[in-house]
């Protein structure tokens, strides 16, 4: 069961929601944070860090020996990347997406690839939970290679909870395409019900079951029920405007462990979405 947990803003507690589900869940269990231009799980989770590897994308690299500025490097790279001025090829690494195209229609074969740094993906354990998280480098303007290489980590063994990055943008896509149910994490407000509009359009696309969480849900008015009423979007919990709450957040602690009684109500979302997927 691979569950990606989004919001159409940040803010509304997706965070929150991801760790202390993945917390009540206890073994078998593994946390993705594919957040990677601002990961946070692991202030909730604190794991003890076992693993970090260098990402790195291929990008092209010119043997200026062998080329002979015939351009057709340039002509198939949509995104400007890599091209010809005068006597010179010039590859421009930040904007390479690692298609690889230049390198495949090279007559000369004077392209080879060397590598980019994406990031870091840190991994480890705490009391038996499954930890992984990316970290984008600084000024690295492309985020789903990295995510991507962070879900190559989703056991088929393990239920797998993926914190997704905020938004409707490609990132987003790259963290909830392929999951068995999306859960989107929204708060009663006007920028909450427009965002949440946006991650509702976009899972129809992925053609995806999903399910809302109500944060903060004594706030605000109702029109988020009634958008969700009208789409038929199962609303699966409610988190109220507690000062608790938001104490132990701001602690970096998990619901669960300082209310638990709030550990059964997310076994009990659980248990609602695994209804909702079979």
């Known amino acids: 069961m691979i569950i990606s947990i989004a919001s159409g803003k940040g803010g509304t507690g997706k965070t929150t929601v991801a760790t202390n589900l993945a917390v009540s869940l206890g073994s078998d269990v593994q946390i993705l944070d594919c957040d990677v231009e601002e990961p946070n799980a692991h202030l909730f989770i604190r ?14 690299k010119i043997d200026e020996k062998k080329c002979n500025l015939c351009g057709k490097c340039a002509d198939i ?48 354990h705490k009391n038996g939970l499954e930890f992984v998280h990316g970290k984008l480098r600084i000024g690295e303007a492309m985020s789903p290679p990295l995510i991507n290489k962070v879900r190559e980590y989703t056991r088929d063994d393990a239920i797998t909870i993926i914190d997704a990055p905020p938004g409707t943008s490609c990132p987003v896509i790259a963290a909830m395409n392929g999951a068995d149910f999306i859960l989107l994490v929204t708060e009663p407000t006007p920028f909450g019900l427009y965002d949440l509009k946006l991650a509702v359009e976009a899972v129809k696309i992925l053609g995806i079951p999903c399910g809302l969480v109500i944060n903060r849900s004594d706030m605000g008015d109702d029109k988020v029920h009634s958008y969700a009423e009208k789409e038929s979007v199962p609303i699966l919990m409610e988190i109220p405007f507690d000062r608790q709450i938001a104490e132990a957040y701001s602690r970096g602690e998990l619901l669960v462990d300082v209310m638990p009684e709030w550990k059964e109500k997310f076994l009990g979302l659980y248990r609602r979405i695994e209804e909702i997927v079979g």
């Open 47 to 60: 794991p003890v860090i076992e693993d970090i590897q260098t990402i790195t994308t291929p990008v092209p």
């Open 77 to 124: 790279c949509q995104f400007r990347a890599i091209i010809v001025i005068g006597e010179t090829v010039l590859p421009f690494h930040e904007l390479c997406h690692s298609c690889r195209g230049c390198l495949l229609v090279c007559p000369e074969k004077a392209i080879t690839e060397t590598g980019r740094e994406l990031g870091v993906i840190e991994r480890g």
